[in-house]
């Protein structure tokens, strides 16, 4: 059975796991709170933007934190409720695009990791999502994501494959990346085994390699502060040589709330 192709994470949820078993979830989850006490955070109430299959907002919800996921996509969305029902934990979800962010309550820290933010493929849509996580975060709340870099992108470290005929899941991913719009097309193609046959399934992804100016640029439409940038996992500062950046940034802790 084959597919058409379809935009990012329409189809992928029920595999997604899967594919992404080697992922060191834990280990993220542990650096963001050793830049959450290094930025003075105590943080409660914590939200998952672009959470995906909620495995990130899952291991929150472990370790005691009150959690929100937020993802546009129905088919990820379904696999993260079906895993909290599974084992247990209060964590609300709610299907919305993060550039029209609107939330019911207030957050102590927002997340948005795994290079969710390079999917907006236009700075007015950068500008728009971290306005919204403004909106959403006490004064003083933290607003911790990562960025891949140009250099990521240009060195198509999406051009993967695995096809060994034992998994049940298998891929072949083509990137190409322009370097006058600075943007990064993935055509993946997916092969799932069922009982009698194998499904074939197709996506294109799109993702925009930001600069430094750009992403400071938008923070600071946004009324948020940056506290600082890191080299993806560490706590050195970003060199031409990082992949990946962690940024940390704030809401004023003395900005007044609306009534």
Same mark, same amino acid.
């Given at each position: 059975?084959?597919?058409?192709?379809?935009?990012?994470?329409?189809?992928?949820?029920?595999?997604?796991?899967?594919?992404?078993?080697?992922?060191?979830?834990?280990?993220?989850? *542990?650096?963001?709170?050793? !830049?959450?006490?290094?930025?003075?955070?105590?943080?409660? $109430?914590? +939200? #998952?933007?672009?959470?995906?299959?909620?495995?990130?907002?899952?291991?929150?919800?472990?370790?005691?934190?009150?959690?929100?996921?937020?993802?546009?996509?129905?088919?990820?969305?379904?696999?993260?409720?079906?895993?909290?029902?599974?084992?247990?934990?209060?964590?609300?979800?709610?299907?919305?695009?993060?550039?029209?962010?609107?939330?019911?309550?207030?957050?102590?820290?927002?997340?948005?990791?795994?290079?969710?933010?390079?999917?907006?493929?236009?700075?007015?849509?950068?500008?728009?999502?971290?306005?919204?996580?403004?909106?959403?975060?006490?004064?003083?709340?933290?607003?911790?994501? *990562?960025?891949?870099?140009? !250099?990521?992108?240009?060195?198509?470290?999406?051009?993967? $494959?695995? +096809? #060994?005929?034992?998994?049940?899941?298998?891929?072949?991913?083509?990137?190409?990346?322009?370097?006058?719009?600075?943007?990064?097309?993935?055509?993946?193609?997916?092969?799932?085994?069922?009982?009698?046959?194998?499904?074939?399934?197709?996506?294109?992804?799109?993702?925009?390699?930001?600069?430094?100016?750009?992403?400071?640029?938008?923070?600071?439409?946004?009324?948020?502060?940056?506290?600082?940038?890191?080299?993806?996992?560490?706590?050195?500062?970003?060199?031409?040589?990082?992949?990946?950046?962690?940024?940390?940034?704030?809401?004023?802790?003395?900005?007044?709330?609306?009534?």
């Amino acid at each position: 059975m084959d597919t058409e192709v379809a935009a990012a994470y329409t189809q992928i949820g029920p595999i997604y796991d899967q594919l992404m078993a080697a992922v060191p979830y834990r280990a993220w989850v *542990d650096y963001v709170e050793l !830049l959450v006490r290094r930025h003075g955070g105590r943080p409660r $109430r914590v +939200l #998952d933007l672009a959470c995906g299959t909620g495995n990130v907002g899952l291991e929150f919800a472990r370790r005691g934190y009150q959690v929100t996921g937020v993802d546009r996509s129905a088919s990820m969305l379904q696999e993260a409720i079906r895993k909290a029902q599974e084992q247990n934990l209060p964590v609300s979800f709610f299907q919305q695009d993060m550039r029209e962010l609107r939330l019911p309550e207030y957050f102590d820290l927002v997340v948005c990791l795994y290079d969710s933010l390079n999917y907006l493929l236009e700075w007015e849509g950068l500008r728009q999502t971290l306005c919204g996580v403004h909106a959403c975060l006490q004064p003083g709340g933290l607003f911790i994501f *990562d960025l891949n870099t140009e !250099l990521a992108l240009a060195m198509n470290l999406f051009t993967q $494959r695995n +096809l #060994d005929p034992k998994r049940p899941v298998r891929y072949d991913w083509r990137s190409e990346y322009n370097p006058q719009t600075r943007i990064c097309r993935v055509d993946m193609t997916f092969y799932v085994d069922h009982k009698e046959q194998t499904e074939t399934l197709r996506e294109v992804h799109y993702e925009r390699a930001y600069t430094q100016r750009e992403v400071r640029q938008a923070l600071r439409a946004a009324k948020l502060e940056l506290l600082a940038m890191y080299d993806a996992y560490t706590f050195h500062r970003p060199t031409e040589q990082s992949d990946r950046i962690y940024y940390v940034a704030r809401r004023d802790p003395f900005e007044a709330m609306p009534l």
